[in-house]
């Protein structure tokens, strides 16, 4: 072993070793305590149980109940996330006057600790907050928005439209900075109007990097958690419940830490399947040009 | 005709963007009396800092400001010499297996940290670091985006300064501390500065891997706090809300640039 090589393991041993302890070691033993029985007050109690925790999940309604609010949240929220998203990009990069002081402020939301939004919007949809406030001046009646249960799911969807478009619009405009002026002139020569550049145009060449957005995005709202934390605790009647947050309700309230696990680990079988389409993506859009 | 519709809709989602932020501020400076009416009104007609006052003096909030700082300030510096230290030594190190390392750090990337909470939780009651400093950062010193951004930006370093100091007879660690931290100081803002505010707002964790009031972080502090009084203090909620978004902010548009160069790094994370 020379020299270098040893001092190559000096300079990596401490990450590594860390690693393995707090990165690597919890995957694996997540796919132990997934076919445990393990309750942490009772830890000599802790046994094996097969794919019995698998099983378990195939017929738990509370369960499925979760995996159709989550969906619903993606569903309900990724086309308009990625429509403003993608105005608002097209809005800054049509470069008016200010276009930087523009790209800044839509961008706030985005450093804003989830926690806080989540405070300041279970503040607004309060019976006294201000969307009530705003809707009496107009002569509409206020509503419990996080009490009803038809409501409180599409209030925090409505929120999260708003916390994330601006990490969206940004990775847009650095898709639209890459499309080649030239495209664009050809087009004005012929004639075409701003429509038809958007759709003939602007649109076609920026698919990968809208794909890509919404490939992340999926990934993202399939694991909603602390708005539920913060606003409902997956109330009212388990219509806010979503997967993460009934794992959690699952390891840590009942404190059925091997069941716990199974769930994470088929949110994590499906958004396994969600990378594996955006890694396909990620190449194809690196060989466009991203 | 065209540049005024433009104005007028970024005008307006710049608005929708605002309006709720403001709401926190104005609602941080307003007196008891009128918080109850809930008006729509935004500007407060007398404006009033004692929720700051109630909220820095008598509460825990302090406490919860002073954990965040640390465990930002020791997860900021830990992930800036050990993430470097890794990467460093896979790209020049002569590391056999590095391309297996750095391919098992990249697959790292896209597992969850929901799905590693429960046998996180029990592997630190097993060393008993539940509640303690140890539970606040080390799960936060193996982020495996920032080796591969240090790694990265190694491959476009030339390594003819470093063999230079070499020849000269400086040691492995005087070459990497002197030599390369100086070279790859642009890549170390990116991952310094959004280490700090994946850090400083990060709630899942913390939340999980405390227990007592005293451990708490901010965002887990006003978090439960929102969920355990039977009727909220709003005035005082939004203004702790308003203080834990200060350093965030001053740091956002101080280095805009490396958010947004991190950022778009960082959506390979998911």
Same mark, same amino acid.
């Given at each position: #072993?020379?020299? /270098?090589?040893? +001092?190559?393991?000096? *300079?990596?041993?401490?990450?590594?070793?860390?690693?393995?302890?707090?990165?690597?070691?919890?995957?694996?033993?997540?796919?132990?305590?997934?076919?445990?029985?393990?309750?942490?007050?009772?830890?000599?109690?802790?046994?094996?149980?097969?794919?019995?925790?698998?099983?378990?999940?195939?017929?738990?309604?509370? *369960?499925?109940?979760?995996?159709?609010?989550?969906?619903?949240?993606?569903?309900?929220?990724?086309? *308009?996330?990625?429509?403003?998203?993608?105005?608002?990009?097209?809005?800054?990069?049509?470069?008016?006057?200010?276009?930087?002081?523009?790209?800044?402020?839509?961008?706030?939301?985005?450093?804003?600790?989830?926690?806080?939004?989540?405070?300041?919007?279970?503040?607004?949809? +309060?019976?006294?907050? #201000?969307?009530?406030?705003?809707?009496?001046?107009?002569?509409?009646?206020?509503? +419990?928005?996080?009490?009803?249960?038809? @409501? +409180?799911?599409?209030?925090?969807?409505? #929120?999260?439209?708003?916390?994330?478009?601006?990490?969206?619009?940004?990775? #847009?405009?650095?898709?639209?900075?890459?499309?080649?002026?030239?495209?664009?002139?050809?087009?004005?020569?012929?004639?075409?109007?701003?429509?038809?550049?958007?759709?003939?145009?602007?649109?076609?060449?920026?698919?990968?990097?809208?794909?890509?957005?919404?490939?992340?995005?999926?990934?993202?709202? @399939?694991?909603?958690?602390?708005?539920?934390?913060?606003?409902?605790?997956?109330?009212?009647?388990? /219509?806010?419940?979503?997967?993460?947050?009934? @794992?959690?309700?699952?390891?840590?309230?009942? @404190?059925?830490?091997?069941?716990?696990?199974?769930?994470?680990?088929?949110?994590?079988?499906?958004? *396994?399947?969600?990378?594996?389409?955006?890694?396909?993506?990620?190449?194809?859009?690196?060989?466009?040009?991203? | 005709?065209? &540049?005024?519709?433009?104005?007028?809709?970024?005008?307006?989602?710049?608005?929708?963007?605002?309006? =709720?932020?403001?709401?926190?501020?104005?609602?941080?400076?307003?007196?008891?009396?009128?918080?109850?009416?809930?008006?729509?009104?935004?500007?407060?007609?007398?404006?009033?800092?004692?929720? !700051?006052?109630?909220?820095?003096?008598?509460?825990?909030?302090?406490?919860?400001?002073?954990?965040?700082?640390?465990?930002?300030?020791?997860?900021?510096?830990?992930?800036?010499?050990?993430?470097?230290?890794?990467? !460093?030594?896979?790209?020049?190190? &002569?590391?056999?297996?590095?391309?297996?390392?750095?391919?098992?750090?990249?697959?790292?990337?896209?597992? =969850?940290?929901?799905?590693?909470?429960? =046998?996180? %939780?029990?592997?630190?009651?097993?060393?008993?670091?539940?509640?303690?400093?140890?539970?606040?950062?080390?799960?936060?010193?193996?982020?495996?985006?920032?080796?591969?951004?240090?790694?990265?930006?190694?491959?476009?370093?030339?390594?003819?300064?470093?063999?230079?100091?070499?020849?000269?007879?400086?040691?492995?660690?005087?070459?990497?501390?002197?030599?390369?931290?100086?070279?790859?100081?642009?890549?170390?803002?990116?991952?310094?500065?959004?280490?700090?505010?994946?850090?400083?707002?990060?709630?899942? %964790?913390?939340?999980?891997?405390?227990?007592?009031?005293?451990?708490?972080?901010? =965002?887990?502090?006003?978090?439960? %706090?929102?969920?355990?009084?039977?009727?909220?203090?709003?005035?005082?909620?939004?203004?702790?809300?308003?203080?834990?978004?200060?350093?965030?902010?001053?740091?956002?548009?101080?280095?805009?640039?490396?958010?947004?160069?991190?950022?778009?790094?960082?959506?390979?994370?998911?």
């Amino acid at each position: #072993m020379g020299g /270098r090589e040893r +001092a190559g393991l000096l *300079f990596t041993a401490p990450w590594l070793l860390t690693f393995a302890a707090f990165g690597l070691f919890p995957v694996l033993f997540s796919l132990g305590l997934s076919v445990s029985r393990f309750n942490p007050t009772h830890p000599d109690a802790a046994r094996w149980v097969g794919l019995a925790n698998y099983r378990e999940l195939l017929t738990d309604g509370t *369960f499925w109940q979760s995996v159709g609010n989550t969906l619903f949240f993606a569903v309900g929220t990724i086309p *308009f996330t990625t429509a403003i998203a993608l105005a608002m990009a097209l809005l800054v990069h049509a470069r008016p006057p200010a276009s930087g002081f523009f790209r800044t402020a839509l961008f706030v939301p985005t450093v804003v600790s989830l926690v806080v939004v989540s405070l300041v919007f279970r503040y607004i949809y +309060a019976p006294t907050g #201000m969307l009530n406030a705003i809707l009496s001046r107009v002569g509409v009646e206020g509503r +419990a928005w996080l009490q009803e249960p038809d @409501l +409180a799911l599409p209030a925090i969807m409505a #929120m999260d439209v708003w916390a994330a478009v601006g990490y969206y619009m940004i990775l #847009m405009l650095a898709g639209l900075k890459a499309i080649p002026r030239e495209v664009y002139d050809s087009a004005e020569v012929d004639g075409a109007g701003w429509w038809t550049r958007l759709v003939h145009i602007t649109i076609p060449c920026l698919r990968p990097i809208l794909l890509f957005v919404i490939v992340i995005n999926t990934i993202r709202s @399939l694991q909603v958690f602390v708005e539920i934390v913060v606003m409902t605790q997956g109330g009212p009647l388990n /219509r806010t419940l979503t997967v993460v947050y009934y @794992l959690y309700e699952t390891a840590f309230y009942k @404190l059925r830490m091997g069941y716990g696990s199974a769930v994470a680990y088929a949110l994590f079988a499906v958004l *396994f399947l969600v990378t594996l389409v955006q890694l396909r993506l990620l190449r194809f859009g690196r060989a466009v040009g991203d | 005709m065209k &540049r005024t519709l433009v104005l007028l809709a970024l005008v307006f989602f710049v608005l929708t963007t605002l309006v =709720p932020l403001v709401w926190m501020v104005s609602m941080s400076v307003r007196g008891e009396a009128v918080l109850i009416r809930g008006l729509g009104d935004l500007i407060p007609s007398e404006p009033t800092l004692e929720h !700051y006052r109630a909220v820095w003096g008598e509460s825990a909030f302090a406490r919860f400001f002073f954990n965040s700082a640390l465990v930002a300030g020791l997860v900021v510096g830990g992930n800036l010499v050990f993430a470097s230290m890794v990467a !460093y030594g896979c790209a020049r190190l &002569r590391m056999r297996g590095s391309r297996v390392l750095m391919a098992t750090v990249l697959g790292m990337l896209m597992i =969850p940290k929901q799905v590693t909470m429960v =046998p996180l %939780y029990v592997l630190m009651s097993w060393l008993h670091l539940i509640d303690t400093y140890g539970a606040l950062t080390l799960p936060f010193m193996v982020d495996a985006l920032n080796v591969f951004l240090v790694y990265q930006f190694l491959q476009t370093v030339p390594p003819d300064l470093e063999d230079a100091a070499r020849i000269d007879g400086a040691g492995e660690a005087v070459v990497f501390f002197r030599i390369v931290m100086p070279l790859i100081k642009p890549v170390l803002a990116v991952v310094g500065i959004n280490t700090f505010l994946v850090n400083w707002n990060s709630f899942l %964790y913390p939340f999980i891997l405390t227990a007592s009031e005293e451990m708490r972080t901010v =965002p887990v502090g006003l978090a439960l %706090y929102a969920q355990g009084q039977y009727s909220i203090d709003w005035g005082s909620l939004m203004a702790g809300s308003v203080l834990s978004v200060v350093p965030v902010l001053v740091v956002f548009f101080l280095f805009q640039r490396q958010i947004v160069s991190g950022l778009t790094a960082g959506a390979i994370r998911g």
